[in-house]
Every structure is written in structure tokens, then in C-alpha cells.
Nanobody, 126 residues
């Protein structure tokens, strides 16, 4: 089992940047495909980005492609989400998630994640 804790959220102006971190404990994060999701009030949870176990493959949701970058440091058991050119519609609670995966390179599917963090709030203001 893996325990996930997100950090780095906060208030940022439209067009600004933030970097979220997800620290894993209880199990080696390199055994898991990792993902970021978000949920705004009164909406369903949305897929943001995922990264393969090795870190060599990534996949993004259409709404963040070209603006967000997911990365991982398996030596530190940490996953990151660099968010640039933030928009008002990026406001949400962001969740880190882990998915057991037999593949070192696969990034799909984007569903069926096994473990979730508590989330960190990101608010983009005008």
C-alpha cells in the first residue's frame, strides 16, 4: 500500500505558475504509474496527467496539454506537476494517484487508480 501527500497548492494569478508535489510513502513509488487529477466544485473529477513507472512516457488531458508537465523522481518517491500559464478554469482540488502497473513504460489507462491523496487546492484569480 502507498500513502500519498500532495503539497504546493495555493492562490495564483491568471497566467502564473505553480508546482505541485506528491510525496509517496509505504511503498516504492517506482512500482506505480502515477497520475494527477482535479475536481472543481459541482463537477466530476477530471484526468490531468499521467507518467509511466520509468518516467519516460507521459500523457495529458486536452485541457492542460502544452501548459502542464508531469515528472517524477523515483529516488525521492515524489511526483511533480508543473503548471504554467494557469487559467481561471484550472481552479480545482488537485489529487495525486498511484496505479499498480506491470509495465515500466505504459501510461494508459487513465482510470482504475488504486491509491489517492487528500488533495491540494489550487485557486487561480483574475
Amino acid at each position: 500500500q502507498v500513502h500519498l501527500v500532495e503539497s504546493g497548492g495555493g492562490l495564483v494569478q491568471d497566467g502564473g505558475s505553480l508546482r505541485l508535489s506528491c510525496a509517496a510513502s509505504g511503498s516504492t513509488v517506482s512500482n506505480y504509474r502515477m497520475g494527477w487529477f482535479r475536481q472543481a466544485p459541482r463537477t466530476e473529477r477530471e484526468f490531468v496527467a499521467t507518467i509511466s513507472r520509468s518516467g519516460g512516457s507521459t500523457y495529458y488531458g486536452n485541457s492542460v496539454k502544452g501548459r502542464f508537465t508531469i515528472a517524477r523522481d523515483n529516488a525521492k518517491d515524489t511526483v511533480y506537476l508543473q503548471m504554467n500559464s494557469l487559467k481561471l478554469e484550472d481552479t480545482a482540488v488537485y489529487y495525486c494517484a498511484a496505479q499498480r502497473s506491470p509495465s515500466n513504460t505504459a501510461v494508459l489507462p487513465t482510470t482504475g487508480y488504486d491509491y489517492w491523496g487528500q488533495g491540494t487546492q489550487v485557486t487561480v484569480s483574475s
